[in-house]
């Protein structure tokens, strides 16, 4: 098993910043992918960033140049820097990986944290 825990969520005004982090542990031999998502309410659960094990990383266009996701593998945790935050950033982040245990791959998720972004 792999668990994630995440930190970082809270509130903010609008244009303001928040770091988010997520830290892996468990019995996995290799973290492939690590990636940040977010559900708002009433809304299906988004891909925010990721981030694979080569250090390549992707994003969504409505955070392209305003989130910044890195990766310490030495401490399989994965950041979110958050920028330039909006009303409509506000939601459940949640944290995901793709890892190895033993001879198959699979996905986990953190509990998520809170981002309320006011205007």
């Known amino acids: 098993q792999v668990q994630l825990v995440e930190s970082g969520g809270g509130l903010v005004q609008a244009g303001g910043s928040l770091n988010l982090s997520c830290a892996a542990s468990?019995?996995?031999?290799?973290?492939?992918?690590m990636a940040w998502y977010r559900q708002a309410p009433g809304k299906q659960r988004e891909l925010v960033a990721i981030i694979i094990s080569g250090g390549s990383t992707n994003y969504a266009d409505s955070v392209k140049g305003r989130f910044t996701i890195s990766r310490d593998n030495t401490k399989n945790t994965v950041y979110l820097q958050m920028s330039s935050l909006q009303p409509e950033d506000t939601a459940v982040y949640f944290c995901?990986?793709?890892?190895?245990?033993?001879?198959?791959?699979?996905?986990?998720w953190g509990q998520g944290t809170q981002v309320t972004v006011s205007s």
């Open positions: 468990g019995s996995f031999s290799m973290m492939l992918t």
């Open positions: 995901n990986c793709y890892a190895t245990l033993g001879f198959s791959n699979r996905y986990y």
